[in-house]
């Protein structure tokens, strides 16, 4: 069997890449797509201009940015880990989809967030919730990297030493702690949570490379 996208030989109990990225294209388009129907159009209210309403909904328009790269971040980082694969295994095709249910669910967070951020009760549990969901997708895209480069050196196109495998891990999991320190920031205030979180997104986005 032949790999759709390479032509690399694949074996009875290996799958072709091209598949499982036009699937994960498709899923991480979706989510990223969804962000956005939390920016509402206001209703008309008597006594309350447009401007005021729209500068009320800054929550959400923070919320949907720093949601919208962390998610297009992810989608380059991935891209860039399946490129370095020849072929998947089933194992790998799991992971992914773990993944990806992940990066589904981050909408609902986001929009959980940007809800709740000024509001007298449940901010601190949409910030925990919020910085939660990122920790999870983030520890996920880990383990998938860390499948890929450290498991299954047999599906990469090419080999990677031992140096390129650690600043791979290294790069990708530090999101993680970040992640966790946003969530127990979280408890104390969801602002913190919010600074945490702009602070991480423009720090991968000044250092995102394929």
């Known amino acids: 069997m032949l790999s759709a996208d390479s032509g690399a030989h694949v074996t009875a109990e290996e799958y072709g890449v091209g598949r499982v990225e036009a699937l994960s294209d498709g899923v ?26 729209l500068g009320d909904m800054w929550p959400n328009y923070l919320a949907y940015v720093i949601s919208f790269l962390a998610i297009g971040i992810m989608w380059i980082s991935h891209h860039a880990t399946l490129r370095r694969l020849r072929a998947a295994d089933h194992v790998v095709l799991v992971i992914n989809l773990l993944l990806l249910l992940c990066i589904v669910a981050l909408p609902f967070s986001t929009s959980l967030f940007a809800t709740y951020l000024n509001a007298s009760e449940g901010a601190h549990v949409a910030a925990v919730i919020y910085a939660c969901s990122f920790l999870v997708t983030a ?9 890929i480069v450290v498991r299954r050196p ?26 966790l320190v946003a969530a127990l920031a979280g408890l104390v205030t969801p602002y913190a949570t919010l600074g945490i979180c702009v602070a991480l ?7 995102i490379r394929a």
């Open 201 to 207: 997104g423009f720090f991968y986005l000044l250092r």
């Open 28 to 53: 991480i388009a979706v989510a990223i797509t969804l962000l956005v129907l939390d920016l509402r159009v206001p209703e008309p209210k008597a006594g309350v201009s447009l401007a005021d309403q």
């Open 154 to 179: 047999h599906l990469l196109r090419e080999p990677i030493t031992p140096v390129q495998q650690r600043a791979l891990l290294r790069r990708g999991a530090l999101s993680a702690p970040v992640y």
């Open 139 to 147: 520890l996920m895209f880990v383990s998938l990297q860390y499948l």
